[in-house]
Structure formats: structure tokens, C-alpha cells
């Protein structure tokens, strides 16, 4: 039986001009770990929905965003750029890289200490006495983290997933365990979030260096790292806006029952999102334009594609009629008013699939045009969506407009991958 499958990949990497062994490989890692990371989430969102109170858990999301927000201090862009460059042979930036993303956070140290004075002394202590505690471990949280991309560049999607995997995994089991101990105090359950989740970053880094090989250094990287911070930077915001709006005007339990609605269809939408992972790296390597890809996708439309597209109707049918029994199996009666929510967010899920390929590409090729109107002026769209959404018809407005959303980033994407014909290394060199 597998002889007969290493056939069939074979015949048809020849006859698509596609390396669907690497592919096939390589898939299979990355879904390993993400299963893994998906069921450590969800078992953290039930210790959360189950032992602590909606406004314990409100709180911890409403301070999550924030922090996503203020990540931002620590250059992220340079996670997309190691990949690229460590995929094209130059692993010698990837310490650089780590360097200046930690030095670039220590500037998080004094704005999250004011933002917790601000919080503390706006009636919201708790939510400050976090972020103030958040400044200790903030450079050592987001910096190190930069291994993740290096591996992917790497094409070690092995390693990737067990590294991932264990910290998933850690992570999970050290919060469930502080949730059964002292559920009520948010505190104590967010130095523990911080604590696991900076040793196990900066322990995962140390262990990535044994795995460089060159001392090669792309002189374009850290321009291109800040372009894709500069880029990214309304997307993030724009990302977590609904978080801090509800949390802001609707309250914590409010943002509680949203967390749970929107729990299970994000973490299908990154599960979707990261099969397009194992081609980033080979994007990056090889000359090839968006004209040639949808060429090989229209060949593959019937063997490959149209099982796939059975696949996704299949699971979307499953995933309404069942979302609501787990839902309630998992959180509880307490959660049964997200179940609507979580049922209109099967668009979102469905539409992340081209999205998620478009912006691989875009990212992987520098892609200028589609990058500047996916990620540059897609973002400032979405926030005047969710603003407008929210502040209009609350939960349910946050729900339409992050379908909506999806749908004018897969467009946006779209136009600007169609107009673009060229490398532009050349146009990034200034970066």
C-alpha cells in the first residue's frame, strides 16, 4: 500500500512539475504540530470556560490583545524575513536578527510600565498590576521566538514541530495547572503565562543555533524585517481591535462569550492557513510567477483540488451542525450564547484558504503590489470595519465584520498578485 502511494506521488510530481513528496512530507509534520497546539488550546479555553469566572477569563483576553499589540516594539517583520533569507542559503543573519529584535524590545519595558500605570489608576487594576509584570519578561518573550522562522527556512519541519509541540504543550499543562489551584486570581495565572512561555522561548532558541550551518549574511534582511513591521503593524492592531473594543465597551464577560465563539473557527482557520507552510520556503527559492502557479493548479483541478474541495464542503457541513454539541460539551451551558456566533464564522473559515495562499506567495516573492494592499492598506480597512461593526451592532457586528474582512484582504491580495510580473529584490534593497 505505501509503495503504491510513493507510486502515485511520484507519477504525479512529474506530471504536475510539483514536488508533492516534499509536500505530502512535510504536511504531515506541520498538522502533527498543529493538532497538538490546537488541542492545547482548546484544553487552556476549557480549564479557562470551566474553573474561572467570565470575567477572569475576559480579562486575560482583553490583556492578550494588548500585548499582541505592543509585540510590535520587537520587529516581528523579521520573522517572515529569516525565513526567506535562511530558504536562500543565508543563515549567518539569523543571530543578527534575534540581536536587534531584543534590542528593539527593551524599548517595551518602559511603554508597557506606563500603559500598567494607566490601566492601575483607571480603575482596572488588575488588567495594570499584569501589563506592569508583562515589561520583566517582555525582550526575552518575543525576541528568542525568531527560531520558529529559522526552521521553517530551514526546511526542518520536523524539528519545527517537535519544538513546537513541546512548548504547546508545556505551556498548556502549566496554565491548566495554575487554573486548578487558584482560578480566581488573574494575576497569578498570567506570571505563569509569562514565566512558561519566556523559558520555554528562550530554551527553544538555544537549542535552534546547533541547527546553522552558514555564516552567510543577506544584507537585505533586516530592511525587508522592518518593511514587514511597517507593514504589519495596522494588520496587528487591526487583528486584536475587536478583542480590546468589546473588552472596552461591552465588558469582560461580553469578550468572554466572543473568546469562546470565535475558539474553535480561528484555530481551524490556522490550521487551514498553515498548509501552505512547507511552500513558503520553496517559493522563496525558486523563480516563479502567480501566472505559473494557477497554470498548475487548473491541471491539478481534478486528481488533486476537486478531492480537496470535496473535503472542505464536507467538513464545513460537519462543522455546522456539530459546532453547538461541542461547544457546549467543551465550555459548558455557560457558553451556550456563543454558538450562533461561532456558526456565521464558518465563512471566515472557508475564505482563509485562497487568502492564506495568496499572502504565502506574496510574502515568499516580495510581491510589492500585494503586500502593500494586503497587509498596508487591507488593514486600515478592517479597522474601519470592526470599529464601525462593533460600535454599531456589538457580538454580532464583530462577527460579520471579521467575514467581511476575509473577504476584502482575499481581493485585495488577489488584484495585486494579478499586476505583478517581476523579483523585487532589487525594490526592497533601500528597506
Not at 519544538?163 to 486570581?185: D, E, P, Q
Not at 493548479?297 to 454539541?325: H, T
Amino acid at each position: 500500500m505505501l509503495d503504491v502511494v510513493k507510486t502515485k506521488i511520484t507519477e504525479y510530481s512529474r506530471k504536475y512539475e510539483v514536488d508533492l513528496a516534499y509536500i505530502t512530507k512535510n504536511e504531515l509534520w506541520v498538522y502533527l504540530r498543529q493538532a497538538i497546539t490546537l488541542i492545547a488550546g482548546l484544553a487552556i479555553s476549557v480549564a479557562f470556560a470551566r474553573l474561572a469566572s467570565k470575567e477572569v477569563f475576559g480579562q486575560y483576553n482583553f490583556i492578550l490583545a494588548l500585548l499582541a499589540i505592543f509585540s510590535l516594539i520587537s520587529i516581528p517583520g523579521l520573522n517572515a524575513s529569516i525565513m526567506r533569507s535562511v530558504a536562500r542559503g543565508y543563515e549567518g543573519t539569523y543571530k543578527k536578527a534575534v540581536k536587534i529584535s531584543f534590542l528593539w524590545s527593551l524599548l517595551g519595558i518602559p511603554a508597557l510600565l506606563g500603559a500598567g500605570i494607566y490601566y492601575y489608576y483607571s480603575n482596572n487594576q488588575t488588567v495594570g498590576v499584569c501589563l506592569m509584570l508583562s515589561s520583566i519578561f517582555f525582550p526575552l518573550l518575543h525576541a528568542p521566538n525568531i527560531w520558529d522562522s529559522f526552521l521553517q527556512g530551514k526546511m526542518r519541519f520536523d524539528i519545527r514541530a517537535k519544538y513546537g509541540s513541546i512548548r504547546a504543550v508545556v505551556s498548556a499543562a502549566a496554565m491548566i495547572t495554575i487554573l486548578f489551584l487558584n482560578a480566581k486570581n488573574l494575576v497569578i495565572i498570567f506570571v505563569t503565562y509569562l514565566v512558561s512561555n519566556t523559558f520555554l522561548t528562550c530554551l527553544l532558541f538555544l537549542k535552534s543555533l546547533k541547527y546553522i550551518e552558514n555564516s552567510r549574511r543577506d544584507d537585505a534582511c533586516v530592511g525587508y524585517g522592518y518593511f514587514m513591521t511597517a507593514a504589519n503593524i495596522i494588520g496587528t492592531i487591526a487583528n486584536n481591535i475587536d478583542r480590546i473594543l468589546i473588552g472596552s465597551l461591552l465588558g469582560a464577560q461580553q469578550l468572554a462569550v466572543y473568546a469562546i465563539a470565535i475558539a474553535i473557527p480561528i484555530k481551524a482557520k490556522d490550521l487551514l492557513k498553515l498548509g501552505w507552510n512547507p511552500l513558503a520556503p520553496k517559493l522563496c527559492q525558486d523563480e516563479i510567477k502567480i501566472s505559473v502557479v494557477l497554470d498548475k493548479i487548473n491541471r491539478m483541478k481534478k486528481k488533486i483540488l476537486l478531492p480537496l474541495a470535496i473535503m472542505v464542503v464536507g467538513g464545513s457541513i460537519l462543522y455546522w451542525f456539530f459546532i453547538d454539541d461541542i461547544i457546549l460539551l467543551l465550555f459548558g451551558e455557560k457558553y451556550a450564547g456563543s454558538i450562533p456566533y461561532s456558526k456565521i464564522l464558518l465563512l471566515m473559515i472557508i475564505l482563509s484558504i485562497p487568502t492564506a495562499f495568496l499572502g504565502t506567495f506574496a510574502i515568499a516573492k516580495k510581491s510589492k503590489k500585494a503586500i502593500i494592499r494586503g497587509y498596508y492598506i487591507f488593514p486600515f480597512v478592517k479597522l474601519l470595519i470592526m470599529f464601525g461593526f462593533i460600535h454599531a451592532w456589538g457580538l454580532i457586528g464583530a462577527v460579520w465584520g471579521l467575514n467581511l474582512s476575509m473577504v476584502v484582504q482575499m481581493l485585495l491580495i488577489g488584484m495585486g498578485m494579478g499586476s505583478e510580473d517581476s523579483n523585487y529584490d532589487k525594490s526592497f534593497s533601500r528597506w
